[in-house]
């Protein structure tokens, strides 16, 4: 999901964030073939999303599913000034899907599949500072509802954000 604050700015240090999330969707423990994880994948998700506001655009991409997860990247631009950014990932994990989150200048934190259906999902982790739930909802073809939310010092925090479907940026 976005993020407010943008450190990561070395090629080197967005590889090695990437190399760090590859190499965790590679670990042992994932009970489902790669034939299987494809299949649970939410595949719906691919593709670029954005939300353009009067001063701020939040862009996010998914990657087609292959080799058993979804690699996915956001950021924040707000007044031609990067404010954050953020690497993400959906792998099969050993007790079900697995969204791993590292925003920038932030470790990676995981969140496991709670509820899932044909156009949504819910990711959680209670022990988190926040968001402790993160969700996709699918509403049409052109359409994306992504809502991150949790209890931060002890009130209830929902973030929502409406994204569209947007040409993918690449050549």
């Known amino acids: 999901m976005p993020s407010s604050t943008a450190t990561c ?3 080197g240090e967005w590889a090695l964030r990437l190399a760090c999330l590859l190499l965790a969707a ?3 423990g994932a009970p489902l073939t790669g034939q299987e994880a494809a299949a649970a994948l939410p595949a719906w998700l691919q593709g670029c999303w954005r939300l353009t506001g009067p001063d701020q655009v939040i862009e996010e991409i998914w990657l087609t599913p292959l080799g ?3 690699i996915g990247l956001s950021r924040t631009v707000s007044r031609d000034t990067l404010r954050g950014h953020e690497l993400m990932l959906i792998r099969a994990g050993a007790n079900g899907l697995v969204l791993e989150a590292a925003p920038a200048g932030q470790p990676a934190a995981a969140f496991l599949a709670a509820a899932r259906g044909d156009s949504a999902i819910t990711f959680e982790n209670l022990t988190h500072d ?3 739930l993160i969700s996709y909802t699918r509403v049409s073809a052109e359409s994306l509802v992504a809502v991150i939310s949790g209890t931060v010092r002890d009130r209830q925090r929902t973030i929502t954000y409406g994204y569209a479907r947007a040409a993918c940026p690449l050549p």
Do not use: D
Request: proline share 17%.
């Open 9 to 11: 700015t070395t090629r």
């Open 26 to 28: 590679s670990l042992p």
């Open 68 to 70: 058993g997860a979804m």
């Open 130 to 132: 926040f968001p402790q």
